[in-house]
């Protein structure tokens, strides 16, 4: 990815760096000397990101280079575990720390219609994790970005994704990493200053963008913030609240002569769906909560009429945004099967809450029938019933899809061709199927019309049938 035929710009480039890390902060104190250098480093059709971009897209600026952190090392999640055990163990196994590795984001990724800086600007924001450094658009374009190489890049702090010290490390003005916390601590080996509101308004900075759609391809557009603030949660909750309980216990387990305090779950569970099939294993214990409540669910007295209407009430209970949120590939799948006593579909109704987009020739959204917070809504779908009923079931289930089985198995077909990839990825993408969960189910309830008995599903339940999910072929899943 490093284009080289800027050799000589490159180290210009790196010297104007050099002196603006200094502290210049004002190019006219350069030295005419320096400020020739830079002149010729910087092509005049050559667009500086904050001409191109407001202040606002936060998106289109990164995280600054931060040097090592006093006590703790480079500022690396896996430096923070020395003490922070606990914390670095929920973050591990959050969405968070797969936002790089994450396979559906590899594939995208992998197309060359993406702009690929700027889908890590929010998958890996810190500089330190960036093999090149961008501060220019060739013509302003952003699919052109001038990449001059990073003298500072870690290689272990990349694969980090949503690393801590993208919410929690930042430089101050004399160059010194410090640590931004919440609690006040006296105890902390490391530089602190305290900044609640800052840290529970970082979610924003990625999950609430600004500013236009850059291009067709920037899908990443979400109005959670807004969803939020324009229900009844709007005021009173922030994302933190919800996404990261807490908890009683030490900040370092080891350190016994410490206080315990009130802490918050670094897990963000979300929508449920894991980035791996493990991840179903831990989830409940990990806080998972959905946002659907089934309010009611009612079968007609079907008897003598020979059909069957069902009254399926449902509300999102518990999201303070839209229901599904975020990615608007993100859809809730109903679906109510009437089954003979051999298992085989007789009949099928399906209901899709989610919005609808056009990709081709231009990014549209052409339908979005989301769920607003605390909303309730009713599906009525009827059946028309065989003559005999007997062992005949119907079974009503309920998905969170994060992604169709269609697209993932055209990822699968596609992806693993590019060159970008490398070949661990490109294995595990040809068998995505198998490595990537798609959908969770949310609701079950089987319920035999013969002699009306019914069986409910329990979460436990419903996780181990999501995780089953994984040995079967893309092409026979429900969603
Ligand atoms: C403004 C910040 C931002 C930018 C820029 C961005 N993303 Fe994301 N991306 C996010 C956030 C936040 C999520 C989590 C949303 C969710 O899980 O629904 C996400 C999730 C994803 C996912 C996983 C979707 C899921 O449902 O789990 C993929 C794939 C992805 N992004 C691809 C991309 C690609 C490709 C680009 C560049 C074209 C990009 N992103 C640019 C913030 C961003
Ligand atoms: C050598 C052990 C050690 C390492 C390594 C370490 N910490 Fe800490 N940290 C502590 C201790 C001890 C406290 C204070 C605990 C207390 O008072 O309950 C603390 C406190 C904190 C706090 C709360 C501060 C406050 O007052 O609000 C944050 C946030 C934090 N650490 C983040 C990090 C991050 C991020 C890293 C990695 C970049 C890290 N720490 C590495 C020992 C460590
Ligand atoms: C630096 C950008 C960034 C910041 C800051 C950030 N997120 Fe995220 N978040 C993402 C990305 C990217 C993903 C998706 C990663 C993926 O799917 O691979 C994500 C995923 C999530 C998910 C999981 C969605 C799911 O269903 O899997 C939740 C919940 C979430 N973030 C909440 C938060 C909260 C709460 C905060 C603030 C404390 C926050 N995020 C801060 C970028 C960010
Ligand atoms: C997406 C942003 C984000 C990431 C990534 C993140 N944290 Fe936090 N962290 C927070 C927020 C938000 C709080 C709670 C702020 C408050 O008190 O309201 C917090 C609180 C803390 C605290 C204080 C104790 C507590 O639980 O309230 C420590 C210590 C801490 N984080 C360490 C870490 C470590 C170590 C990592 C990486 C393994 C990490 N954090 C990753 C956002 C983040
Ligand atoms: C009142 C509680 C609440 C608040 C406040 C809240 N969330 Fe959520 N969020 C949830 C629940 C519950 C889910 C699970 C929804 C589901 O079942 O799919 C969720 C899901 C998500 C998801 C995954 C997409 C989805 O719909 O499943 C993302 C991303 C997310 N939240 C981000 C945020 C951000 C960012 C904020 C702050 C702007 C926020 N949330 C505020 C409760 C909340």
Known sequence: MQHLPFR?????????????????????KTSPSKQRSANQAIDPSWVPLHKKFTKEQTFAFILPQLPAVAAVGKPRAENCKVCHSNIYKDWSQSTHAAALRDLQYQAELSKDSSPRWLCLNCHIPVQNQRKTIIKYLKKGSVFHPVRTKNPGFDPVMRKEGITCATCH??????GKSY??????SRFAPHPVKTNKAFLRKMCLRCHDPKGKR??????????????????????KKDCVDCHMPTYKARLVPSWKHLPKRTMHAHHWVGGGVPKSFSGYKTLLKRGYKKGLAIRALQLSDYQPKGKLFVRLAYQNKHAGHWLPSADPERFLRFMITLQDAKGATLKQDTLRIGQTWKWEPKA??????RLKPNETRVWKPSFQLPPSLSGVKLVVQVYHVRLSSKTAQYMAKHAPKSSYLDNETKKKLAKMGYHYPLATLLFRKDIQLDTKKSRAYSPKELLDLSYQERNKPLSQRDY
């Open 8 to 28: 000589q710009s490159i180290l210009c480039f790196a010297l104007l760096l050099a002196v603006c890390l200094v502290g210049c902060k004002n190019k006219q």
């Open 169 to 174: 490390v930042r430089k101050d003005k004399t």
């Open 179 to 184: 640590i931004i916390g919440a609690v006040g």
């Open 214 to 235: 850059l291009t067709r391809h920037l899908l990443c557009w979400f109005h959670t913030r807004e969803e939020l603030e324009k229900g009844p949660q709007g005021g």
């Open 364 to 369: 549209e959204k052409v339908g979005d029938n």
